[in-house]
């Protein structure tokens, strides 16, 4: 089943302490927007990319997607303040499609398989979220304080993409602005519609890159796979 998607590009990365758009950092010989690139250039189903970027870095993402030979980038709007605003921005450029994703531009490691099951469960259901079990005890705390353990078992780490019917994401965008509300996420705004938002477990390989930590274990993960 064919889908677009909505990658914001335009943060600043500054818990990378890089200096600059953490998104042109190197995972071995490639930027990690590439890296996140290829997969949707490499999968037959997407139609069409989006990129929401900052007006001063357009120039060179462009040259980017020409030397790795990116062709599927349909717009590359500006990017908002927030994470929100950007994706606002793609979807009012947007024509209208059956299924849209919104992937963070730092996650380079999402698979075919995990975004194909992610497409078919908003495609059915109209609003799907990638994510995966927590694994270690969770503790409520208030003021230094341990005031709950909360049970593990219901609890799940939240990922993307984030897989929605694209009328029905268009809705929250639009409710969320005229309200000024500003969400986590963009399940969060489809939630608070009353919409159901269904899980689709995904991979603890699917790392966002957000600090220099987790450029190593990119690193490692790229070895693993060239096994």
Not at 70 to 93: A, D, F, M
Not at 101 to 108: F, K, M, T, Y
Request: with cysteine.
């Amino acid at each position: 089943m064919q889908y677009e998607v909505v990658l914001p590009a335009a943060g600043s990365g500054k818990r990378m302490g890089a200096g600059q758009n953490k998104l042109f950092l190197l995972l071995e010989d490639k930027p990690i927007l590439i890296h996140t690139l290829e997969v949707f250039q490499d999968d037959e189903n997407c139609t069409g990319i989006w990129l929401a970027v900052k007006p001063e870095e357009r120039g060179f993402i462009q040259q980017l997607l020409k030397k790795f030979h990116i062709t599927k980038v349909k717009g590359l709007p500006n990017g908002g303040e927030e994470r929100q605003h950007s994706v606002h921005s793609c979807l009012k450029e947007m024509q209208q499609v059956e299924i849209v994703l919104v992937h963070d531009a730092a996650r380079p490691f999402i698979t075919k398989p995990i975004i194909a099951r992610l497409v078919e469960a908003a495609s059915e259901k109209g609003a799907a979220i990638a994510g995966v079990r927590a694994k270690d005890t969770m503790k409520k705390v208030r003021d230094g304080v341990i005031v709950e353990t909360i049970d593990r078992d219901s609890l799940w780490m939240i990922q993307t993409p984030q897989a929605f019917q694209f009328n029905l994401l268009a809705e929250a965008e639009d409710v969320a602005e005229k309200v000024g509300f500003l969400g986590t996420d963009e399940a969060m705004l489809v939630e608070r519609l009353g919409h159901a938002v269904h899980i689709v477990e995904a991979s603890y390989d699917n790392l966002k890159m957000t600090t220099k930590e987790d450029l190593v274990l990119g690193e490692a993960i790229l070895r693993k796979r060239a096994l």
